[in-house]
């Protein structure tokens, strides 16, 4: 069973910047995509950004494109592998809780449509 926790969020000013972290491990065959997504209060979560680990494609929506940028690191073992997502430039309308998410595909990234999440870490974006 996949399993993802997430790291690095917090409290920044407008502006600012952030690095987050999801360790994934238990990746299942046939997954190749893992997503970030956020969701504010009162809101539905909505996708930031998918990587395909198939092709290497990385996707962003588009209130993101240019601020945020997707990676990974894979361990030696190719079992486990760590996700970040850097967060520049960072707005008052960013504020939510990130999660991480792992599906076969990115298809569905923006919608938030994916079948495995983590624990999610809270950004706080204000002055």
């Known amino acids: 069973q996949v399993q993802l926790v997430e790291s690095g969020g917090g409290l920044v000013q407008p502006g600012g910047s952030l690095r987050l972290s999801c360790a994934v491990s238990?990746?299942?065959?046939?997954?190749?995509?893992i997503g970030w997504f956020r969701q504010a209060p009162g809101t539905e979560r909505e996708g930031v950004s998918c990587?395909?680990?198939?092709?290497?494609?990385?996707?962003?929506?588009?209130s993101v494109k240019g601020r945020f940028t997707t990676s990974i690191s894979i361990a030696r073992d190719n079992a486990k592998f760590t996700v970040y997502l850097q967060m520049n430039s960072l707005k008052p309308e960013d504020t939510g809780v990130y999660y991480c998410g792992a599906d076969p595909g990115c298809s569905g990234y923006l919608m938030g449509d994916f079948g495995s999440w983590g624990q999610g870490t809270q950004v706080t974006v204000s002055s």
């Open positions: 990587l395909s680990r198939s092709d290497g494609s990385t996707y962003y929506r588009n």
């Open positions: 238990g990746f299942p065959s046939g997954y190749y995509a």
